[in-house]
């Protein structure tokens, strides 16, 4: 109870500015997430070989504040993917399940047109399409991916999640996803990852 009570007076509130057209906040830092952190992720290895010979590129960066890491507290930020695509297979965050499998998130799309891609261990698949002014809820137990489907406009999103929640990236980095989204004749299209669970 002490600790508790300590804890709660050290706590300050906070305000920390997140540019709507940009998404990036003039105090913090992101962290970038290059193609060369990728491999693995994408469907058509020799293609992500081939762009990568030309040159390393940021495929997303996002925000990871110093936040207290106890169930009490929110982690938040903001996550930007570029627009682009290895093969017909668009840009995308690497995705995770978080540790605390039991743990939730909400994402809001702030600009761009993007793809949340969901699902849980049992294999249930959910799939949102987010224009700015949507809001997502992740539900617990589910992994989630933000994936960029426009041709050049930048994906941003705002997220919030249980501070302790937690990341894991191991399972996605062993299986993928079992959807993929690509475009087909122009359009995002969604479909079965043929070498999921198979790496
Ligand atoms: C987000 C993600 C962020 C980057 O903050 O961490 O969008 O994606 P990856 O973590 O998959 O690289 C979140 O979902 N946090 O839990
Ligand atoms: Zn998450």
């Known amino acids: 109870m002490v600790k508790i009570r300590m804890d709660i007076e050290n706590i300050e509130s906070k305000k920390i500015k997140f540019n709507l057209d940009t998404g990036f906040s003039p105090n913090q830092c992101s962290k970038k997430r290059m193609l060369s952190d990728m491999e693995g992720m994408y ?15 940021i495929v997303y960066e996002f925000h990871d504040l110093d936040i207290n890491q106890r169930s009490a507290e929110l982690c938040y930020g903001t996550t930007v993917v570029y627009p682009g695509k290895v093969g017909d297979e668009y840009y995308m965050t690497k995705g995770h399940f978080h540790e605390v499998l039991d743990t939730a998130e909400v994402y809001y799309s702030l600009k761009g047109q993007g793809i949340l891609l969901m699902e849980n261990i049992d294999g249930r698949i959910e799939i949102q399409e987010m224009e700015p002014g949507d809001s997502v809820y ?19 999103t705002f997220f ?3 501070a302790d929640a937690g990341h894991d990236y191991k399972t996605i980095e062993n299986k993928g996803f079992r959807k993929l989204v690509i475009e087909r004749n122009g359009t995002p299209t969604i479909i ?8």
């Not at 469907?43 to 590129?57: S, W």
């Not at 079965?192 to 790496?199: C, E, F, G, T, Y």
């Open 43 to 57: 469907n058509n290895i020799k293609e992500y070989r081939n762009i990568l010979q030309k040159g390393d590129k």
């Open 138 to 156: 992740v539900p617990p137990g589910f992994a989630h991916r933000s994936i960029n489907i426009s041709k050049n406009e930048p994906f941003i």
């Open 192 to 199: 079965d990852n043929p070498n999921w669970n198979n790496k």
């Open 160 to 162: 919030v999640y249980r």
